[in-house]
């Protein structure tokens, strides 16, 4: 990891509008909790589907999207990426370093709020705050990755990765069985189920493939950015 380009990545997202939508969603998830605790409405059964539809379903890929383009994306966008990369630094460095900045705001911005809304409405009830927001975390790792990869190959990566998450993540992967094996929620839904013992949370998938696959995207989508950036001339073309 190298500290400098970690602080530009850092300011790129805490620094622009993005911050305001790295805050919004997870203080809606909150408010949400709050709202069902305070109407008598926080049993196990909602907890778990709050943070299914909400949490992993809606917060999660879309914070991921936030997090894992605006560390890259507008760089190139705007043409600085030409100034960092005539650096003498390697170009899988900046991308390992991209992602590890992405990947700390996803757990900073989506694990832990996960935590808080699902503590509010059942403490540890069944593991359930803890369960959720593990995958959380290792979800939002292998969309930092992914999206990240994806603000490199194309300059349209906001718009591929919201059709992505809205599209396949939100309905082919929770509405076609088959799917759901492809889909960085559902296994991010698998790790909550292994780690919790409600009865109210189940998946199809195992926690051998969910585990592996989140692995090999996560790995895969960081050595491709880093070959990719290496496409990169210092015109900014590829």
Do not use: C
């Not at 500290?3 to 509008?17: E, H, K």
């Not at 605006?70 to 991308?95: C, F, M, N």
């Not at 979800?139 to 194309?154: C, E, K, S």
């Amino acid at each position: 990891m190298n500290g400098v380009i970690a602080g530009i990545s850092y300011r790129s997202l805490l620094g622009r509008r993005r911050i305001w939508l790295l805050v919004v969603l997870p203080l809606v998830l909150i408010g949400l909790a709050v709202l069902l605790r305070a109407v008598g409405n926080g049993s196990e059964a909602t907890t778990v589907t709050l943070m299914e539809k909400f949490a992993l379903g809606t917060m999660l890929p879309l914070l991921g999207l936030i997090a894992g383009t605006g560390v890259i994306a507008p760089e190139i966008d705007d043409g600085t990426i030409v100034h960092l990369l005539a650096k003498p630094i390697s170009r899988p460095v900046i991308a390992r370093t991209k992602f590890l900045v992405a990947a700390s705001m996803l757990a900073l911005f989506a694990a832990v709020p996960t935590f808080v809304a699902a503590y509010l409405l059942v403490n540890l009830e069944s593991d359930i705050a803890y369960g959720f927001a593990l995958g959380a975390g290792v979800g939002g790792v292998a969309y930092a990755a992914v999206f990240m990869l994806l603000g490199i190959l194309t300059r349209h990566a906001v718009t591929i990765g919201i059709a992505y998450a809205l599209i396949w993540e939100g309905v082919v992967g929770n509405f076609v069985p088959g799917a759901r094996r492809f889909s960085i929620q559902q296994w991010a839904q698998t790790v909550a189920d292994q780690v919790s013992s409600s009865p109210f949370l189940s998946t199809e998938i195992t926690i051998g493939f969910a585990a592996t696959a989140l692995l090999l995207v996560t790995v895969g989508a960081v050595l491709w950015a880093g070959r990719r950036l290496r496409s990169f001339s210092l015109t900014g073309d590829e």
